[in-house]
């Protein structure tokens, strides 16, 4: 497997060119795509509705792991239309956090910003999280700090509630959604945290929750955190991709995973 951790280092970091000769832009907003062709158009729609008055230059990376239900193809036609949008294909399924950091290391902003291509992150929010990141924080939407903002199913909401309450007390971290993954951050302070976790094995992107490892990187190296309340709906249309027993076992590795990240840091 391709170590996608080298090629981030060689991205540009300011004022480099970008391989088509473009200047990079200032906001980069990446999602992941695995059949999510009753979302895709809309989604890529409202992200740019949001960011257009913010007055910046910005690109909407999409990396799609080979749908079956034309979810690329829709892709192109939006980027067909609007220059702010890009598509990067893989040859199938390889894990969403590497497929955000395939987004990254094709992406060219000073700012980047990961979020579901479902609608649970609200593209309302994108302005506020993006702000956030441009004063060098490390920034996460949390589900947990209003009351009615997680809308999932029962047997989802208690183990997630449960889990990051785990997260904080072995961490030490203070915060309270560690596994949302609605998360905006300078492209250098990024580079940072890879750095750190690198010596010691420590790759979030190699997992489903990578700001789990982000959070706890980020308490190792002092790298400011901020949580934003984010309101979080179960997707309405569309397949989740992460089944009751998926879930389960993905549940029993989150808990296992941040003591081995106290550990470890």
Known sequence: MTDLYSGLATLPASCQEMTNGELPV????IT????????????????TFQLGPMGKSFEIIVVDDNSSDGTAVLVR?????????????RPGAQGIGS????????????VVCTMDADFSHPPEMLSQLLEAADKDLLVLGSRFLRRGDFETLWYRWFPTRFANLWHSFVLR??????????MAVKREA???????????????FDRILYCLALVALAKRTEQRI??????????TRGETKIKFG??????????????LLALNL
């Open 26 to 29: 200032e906001y980069s907003v």
């Open 32 to 47: 992941a795509t695995l059949n999510e062709a009753e979302n895709i158009v809309e989604l890529i729609q409202a992200i």
């Open 77 to 89: 036609d939006c980027s067909a239309a609007n220059p702010h949008v890009r598509l990067v294909s």
């Open 99 to 110: 497929a955000y950091l395939t987004g990254i290391q094709h992406s060219t902003g000073r």
């Open 173 to 182: 971290s203070g915060i309270r959604d560690h596994t949302n993954g609605y």
């Open 190 to 204: 990024l580079e940072r945290l890879l750095d750190a976790g690198s010596p010691l094995g420590v790759r979030p």
């Open 226 to 235: 901020v949580e934003l309340p984010t309101k979080y709906v179960f997707r």
């Open 246 to 259: 998926r879930g389960v076992r993905l549940f029993l590795f989150e808990w296992a995973d941040s003591l």
